[in-house]
């Protein structure tokens, strides 16, 4: 497995539903990698076997994976399978899957064992909806996901963990830098095995605020949405 120690920070691009080849090739022409950044482009699958998978600062991960390991289960794709093709990394519990696929804490769990069983890497997205935010309830949602949905195979070598507030994906809106800084030393706190795991922020990260975010401390990278399609503003983010 790969070694997270190695990188300072780790930018993760979540292209959920968009790509095609066209946009694929003009964007590996363009990316402009940092030596000290493990860079993941989280591709749909589909293209997972086209794109440049294990450079020494690029990889590529799946965006979500199935609960079964093999069987009769049209359209899954298994976390073996995934390590066949030399993938080390793969989002698991993103909000979107939760919200619209219906996705509990322990099929998160279920998936995120599966991956760290065949070598790949989960990136277990939890956070909070602004409805717990505005009632106080940030750190009670988050504890709960994270007993809930992080294995107990689980450690700082074979997980990453991604605080994703919900109201901040995809709305232009995040919270303070000093809101951001004391989520994330909660969670490294939540539990004394969660101290050295890497925890990314996710949720409107752009190029004009991704140096101040990165900066912070207990933050270990970002993970990227609408800003990882525009590969000029990607590659600023990863600089
Ligand atoms: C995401 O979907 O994980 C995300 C963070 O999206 P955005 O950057 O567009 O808010």
């Given at each position: 497995m790969l070694k997270l120690g190695n990188f300072s920070s780790i930018i993760v691009a979540n292209w959920k539903l968009n790509g095609n080849m066209e946009f694929i090739n003009q964007y590996y022409q363009k990316l402009v990698l940092n030596p000290n950044n493990c860079v993941v482009i989280c591709s749909p699958s589909i293209f997972l076997n086209k794109l440049?998978?294990?450079?020494k600062n690029l990889f590529s991960g799946a965006q979500d994976v199935s609960i079964y390991q093999e069987g009769a289960f049209t359209g899954e794709l298994s976390a073996k399978m995934l390590d066949d093709i030399k993938i080390q990394f793969s989002l698991v519990g993103h909000s979107e899957r939760r919200q619209y696929f219906n996705e509990s804490n322990e099929i998160i769990n279920l998936k995120s064992k599966n991956l760290i069983e065949n070598n790949v890497i989960p990136i277990i997205c939890i956070g909070e909806t602004l409805e717990e935010k505005e009632n106080n309830k940030t750190n009670e949602v988050l504890k709960k996901q994270i007993k809930e949905s992080i294995p107990v195979s689980s450690n700082y070598e074979n997980t990453i963990i991604a605080y994703e507030p919900i109201w901040a994906i995809g709305t232009g809106l995040t919270p303070s830098l000093d809101e951001i800084e004391e989520v994330h030393k909660f969670i490294k706190t939540v539990n004394v095995k969660l101290n050295n795991y890497k925890v990314l922020y996710g949720g409107s990260v752009k190029a004009s605020n991704s140096d101040d975010i990165n900066s912070?401390?207990?933050?270990d990278g970002c993970l990227v949405g609408?800003?990882?399609?525009?590969v000029d503003e990607f590659n600023s983010i990863i600089s």
């Amino acid at each position: 497995m790969l070694k997270l120690g190695n990188f300072s920070s780790i930018i993760v691009a979540n292209w959920k539903l968009n790509g095609n080849m066209e946009f694929i090739n003009q964007y590996y022409q363009k990316l402009v990698l940092n030596p000290n950044n493990c860079v993941v482009i989280c591709s749909p699958s589909i293209f997972l076997n086209k794109l440049e998978i294990n450079n020494k600062n690029l990889f590529s991960g799946a965006q979500d994976v199935s609960i079964y390991q093999e069987g009769a289960f049209t359209g899954e794709l298994s976390a073996k399978m995934l390590d066949d093709i030399k993938i080390q990394f793969s989002l698991v519990g993103h909000s979107e899957r939760r919200q619209y696929f219906n996705e509990s804490n322990e099929i998160i769990n279920l998936k995120s064992k599966n991956l760290i069983e065949n070598n790949v890497i989960p990136i277990i997205c939890i956070g909070e909806t602004l409805e717990e935010k505005e009632n106080n309830k940030t750190n009670e949602v988050l504890k709960k996901q994270i007993k809930e949905s992080i294995p107990v195979s689980s450690n700082y070598e074979n997980t990453i963990i991604a605080y994703e507030p919900i109201w901040a994906i995809g709305t232009g809106l995040t919270p303070s830098l000093d809101e951001i800084e004391e989520v994330h030393k909660f969670i490294k706190t939540v539990n004394v095995k969660l101290n050295n795991y890497k925890v990314l922020y996710g949720g409107s990260v752009k190029a004009s605020n991704s140096d101040d975010i990165n900066s912070l401390n207990n933050v270990d990278g970002c993970l990227v949405g609408g800003a990882s399609l525009k590969v000029d503003e990607f590659n600023s983010i990863i600089s």
